[in-house]
């Protein structure tokens, strides 16, 4: 069976809202350009269903004519392609125009639609509007959607802090850039080759997102580091960093030149000592 065969709560609770609303205008940044595009249900025609029954006196077919199915996507509208140097700007552009940035192009996961349904919450319009469906869907996954405004960007958190997330290096007893794979044999990190440019991805830099709202207790479902974590849980390990001389500060996050490790949360007891042994200047916390 299909995933989209048996929706989640978020995607059945973004379709009500879709149907309620019409059409949102989104946009959707991404590796290679930039997209202005359209949160939507659109129907997609079944084929009909065949059934031939034997009768004594001969065959007897049945044709049941099933309904369009109604499937929620976020549809490309015009697509173009942008340096890296311009995709700060075309978000800030979009955002003005009323636009809510789309984690997704084509059908939302169930992390998908969780993280649209946070993001239309957060106008006022909307949520105002459609306040009881909103609040039905909270009452139903509480646990998750507190976990996920957790690591919504605070926007009264200082900007010169960071939030970052590291793999652990069993063998070398040391943390790694999921990336690059640098290692951090100690809590500070220079960058030898700055880049002047005014990108934040995909430039050279020490990078990390704005800090949620409770980074101790944030989910990483939706959000952009969640695309870092380690092949194994107890591997993966988040944490905050202040940066210090050059940065280039982004709507989602920034990079700097230079940045201190401030605090990290361990994922387990074994690895929280060792963090400690490397990094005895570094608050360290636990579950």
Known sequence: MNANDNPSKSQQTL???????????TFYISLRGAAYTEL????????????VERWPEAPRTKIKVLPPK???????????????????EA??????????????????????????LIRIAARTEYRKKHRALFTTFIKEIRTEWQARRRSMPDPH?????????????ANLKRLKSPSLGTVWYTPELRVPDWSTSDAVRGKAGIHAARMPYDWRRASLAGTELNGYVAPYAKETI?????????????TEG??????????????????????????????????
């Open 15 to 25: 379709k009500k809202l879709l149907k309620a609303t019409g059409p949102i205008r």
């Open 40 to 51: 939507k249900i659109i129907q997609i025609e079944q084929l009909s269903s065949i059934r």
């Open 70 to 88: 109604e499937v929620v996507t976020n549809h490309i509208v015009v697509e173009v392609d942008i340096d890296q140097d311009y995709k700060a």
């Open 91 to 116: 978000a800030k552009i979009a955002r003005c125009e009323g636009r809510i940035q789309s984690p997704c192009i084509g059908k939302p996961s169930e992390n998908d639609a969780t993280a649209f």
């Open 157 to 169: 958190a200082p900007d010169t802090l960071g939030w970052r997330i590291w793999h652990w290096d």
């Open 238 to 250: 988040v944490g905050v960093v202040e940066r210090f001389g050059k940065y280039v500060l982004g």
């Open 254 to 287: 920034w990079r700097a030149e230079w940045v201190m490790i401030r605090s990290l949360k361990a994922p387990s007891t074994e690895i929280g000592l060792a963090l400690e042994q490397a990094y005895p200047d570094v608050e360290i916390y636990y579950d």
